[in-house]
């Protein structure tokens, strides 16, 4: 294994191999930490945190990891660097890879990450892209793994948007580690022709099973885990609310699609969740459409099947590991 200096971008980039490595560190790591254990090997280093959009879970991740670590945080949010407006993404990374150790990047384009890589000269770690979300699927596998026990053939059914990032993530990961991957959608919401091209090869070599079907009942039966996200993502217009809501409340996660799924089956969803009334775009779209739940059931959210707190307990676990990877040397 020899993860020093490297990016984590996608996790097309890495070996099933590396993912696991980085899984079972993970949880080395949370372990040490539940016991007081300190693991400050990154004593001294300086990271960055750019966040072109807002973000709970991520962004606690990585400045508590990074504390735990040893190292020194850095935020600059969305409206208070220079990046993309007065300097150029290259230019931005030029100087701040000179001045730290490393960078975090959430925002819009793949193609913006894999820029700065590209240029900063220290590793850069991927917190979210329009088009994946590497180190939540960590995180997901992490909690699978806990629930579970293994990975491999494990069916998880990913009910939504599965085009945007945590569709397309999930099913390189689950591809990956030879899982049994089902997209559950209305047609068009299905990930783009050339990933799953890529997929395929991909499950070629590791005895993955990737699905695509329209009908829920037919998916989620014998899921292990059904997983869900926001039916519209940050950085998309508001006037797809009205069509999402349409083509994807028969894909809401309720109490029969559980039933269907069977008793064992797990609950899993990235987070932030619109499940009842108590956030203002949760009640905006309660006022224009009538609905109060969306993607997924307050019944489900809250019930034993779902593991959605462990998950997102596990982002910090997973970023850490991810960090200790790239900045040590392992
Ligand atoms: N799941 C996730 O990335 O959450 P945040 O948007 O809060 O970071
Ligand atoms: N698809 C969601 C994921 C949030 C963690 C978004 O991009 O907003």
Same mark, same amino acid.
């Given at each position: 294994m020899n993860f020093k200096g490297r990016s984590f971008l996608k996790l097309l980039d890495f070996t099933p191999e590396e993912i696991s490595y980085l899984i079972d560190l993970s949880a080395k790591l949370k372990e040490e930490k539940k016991k007081g *254990?300190?693991?400050?090997?990154?004593? !001294?280093k300086n990271i960055a945190l750019l966040f072109e959009k807002t973000s709970t879970r991520t962004r606690c991740a990585f400045e508590v990891a990074a504390a735990d670590l040893g190292m020194h945080p850095v935020y600059l949010d969305p @409206? =208070? =660097? &220079?990046?993309? $407006?007065? /300097?150029?993404i290259a230019d931005t990374a030029r100087v701040i890879g000179r001045m730290f150790d490393g960078i975090e990047y959430r925002g819009y384009g793949q193609e913006i990450v894999e820029e700065l890589a590209h240029y900063a000269g220290v590793p850069v770690w991927n917190g979210l892209t329009n088009e994946y979300h590497p180190t939540q699927i960590l995180a997901d596998f992490l909690t699978i793994k806990e629930h579970f026990?293994? #990975? @491999?053939?494990k069916k998880l059914v990913y009910m939504g948007d599965a085009r945007y990032n945590m569709g397309n993530s999930l099913m390189v990961g689950c591809a990956k580690m030879g899982m049994h991957f089902v997209a559950c959608a209305p047609e068009k919401y299905f990930p783009n022709k050339e990933l799953i091209k890529e997929c395929q090869e991909i499950a070629k070599q590791t005895g993955a099973v990737l699905e695509f079907i329209t009908d829920p009942i037919v998916a989620t039966k014998g899921a292990d885990v059904i997983y869900t996200d926001v039916w519209v993502s940050m950085g998309e217009p508001t006037e797809v609310w009205s069509e999402r809501i349409k083509d994807l409340l028969p894909y809401q996660v309720n109490k029969r699609i559980m039933e269907n799924a069977g008793k064992g089956c797990k609950f899993m969803h990235c #987070?932030?969740?619109?499940?009842? #009334? $108590?956030?203002t775009v949760g009640q905006e779209m309660f006022d224009k459409f !009538? *609905?109060?739940?969306? /993607?997924?059931t307050n019944e489900v959210f809250e019930s /034993? &099947?779902? *593991?959605v707190f462990d998950e997102a307990e596990n982002r910090l676990h997973t970023i850490k590991a991810v960090m200790y990877a790239t900045l040590n040397a392992l």
């Amino acid at each position: 294994m020899n993860f020093k200096g490297r990016s984590f971008l996608k996790l097309l980039d890495f070996t099933p191999e590396e993912i696991s490595y980085l899984i079972d560190l993970s949880a080395k790591l949370k372990e040490e930490k539940k016991k007081g *254990i300190p693991h400050r090997v990154c004593e !001294g280093k300086n990271i960055a945190l750019l966040f072109e959009k807002t973000s709970t879970r991520t962004r606690c991740a990585f400045e508590v990891a990074a504390a735990d670590l040893g190292m020194h945080p850095v935020y600059l949010d969305p @409206k =208070s =660097s &220079q990046m993309g $407006k007065k /300097e150029s993404i290259a230019d931005t990374a030029r100087v701040i890879g000179r001045m730290f150790d490393g960078i975090e990047y959430r925002g819009y384009g793949q193609e913006i990450v894999e820029e700065l890589a590209h240029y900063a000269g220290v590793p850069v770690w991927n917190g979210l892209t329009n088009e994946y979300h590497p180190t939540q699927i960590l995180a997901d596998f992490l909690t699978i793994k806990e629930h579970f026990g293994c #990975l @491999k053939g494990k069916k998880l059914v990913y009910m939504g948007d599965a085009r945007y990032n945590m569709g397309n993530s999930l099913m390189v990961g689950c591809a990956k580690m030879g899982m049994h991957f089902v997209a559950c959608a209305p047609e068009k919401y299905f990930p783009n022709k050339e990933l799953i091209k890529e997929c395929q090869e991909i499950a070629k070599q590791t005895g993955a099973v990737l699905e695509f079907i329209t009908d829920p009942i037919v998916a989620t039966k014998g899921a292990d885990v059904i997983y869900t996200d926001v039916w519209v993502s940050m950085g998309e217009p508001t006037e797809v609310w009205s069509e999402r809501i349409k083509d994807l409340l028969p894909y809401q996660v309720n109490k029969r699609i559980m039933e269907n799924a069977g008793k064992g089956c797990k609950f899993m969803h990235c #987070l932030p969740a619109f499940h009842d #009334l $108590k956030t203002t775009v949760g009640q905006e779209m309660f006022d224009k459409f !009538g *609905i109060s739940e969306m /993607e997924v059931t307050n019944e489900v959210f809250e019930s /034993e &099947q779902s *593991i959605v707190f462990d998950e997102a307990e596990n982002r910090l676990h997973t970023i850490k590991a991810v960090m200790y990877a790239t900045l040590n040397a392992l």
